[in-house]
């Protein structure tokens, strides 16, 4: 599967951004997905995730700003952000997950990149 996400930009504190990644392929619904973030100079880390049940799951620090969603139809997982802090800042990558069709590691897309000032 290939995934490209869209939707990144540069935006004040306090702002909103709508990130999307779409799935090549035509069994996208089975995927679990998940959002990543990478800051400079720290790890990746799970931003939120969705299963293929539709259950979702958020880090900590972006409940109630963050809204994860999928529209199968469209092999499209969606990352509503709303007000965004600085320490938001970082690239973010989409990333689907299923161990039996893409192995543990999963696939991963090339990410975009969301600068939020302050």
């Known amino acids: 599967v290939q995934l490209v996400e869209s939707g990144g930009g540069l935006v004040q504190a306090g702002g909103s951004l709508r990130l999307s990644c779409v799935a090549s392929?035509?069994?996208?619904?089975?995927?679990?997905m998940g959002w990543y973030r990478q800051a400079p100079g720290k790890q990746r880390e799970l931003v939120a995730s969705i299963i293929s049940g539709g259950r979702t799951n958020y880090a900590d620090s972006v409940k109630g700003r963050f809204t994860i969603s999928r529209d199968n139809a469209k092999n499209t997982v969606y990352l509503e952000m709303n007000s965004l802090k600085p320490e938001d800042t970082g690239v973010y990558y989409c990333k689907a997950q299923n161990t039996l069709l893409l192995g543990p590691r999963g696939a991963w897309g090339r990410g975009t990149q969301v600068t939020v000032s302050s």
């Open positions: 392929g035509s069994i996208f619904s089975i995927y679990d």
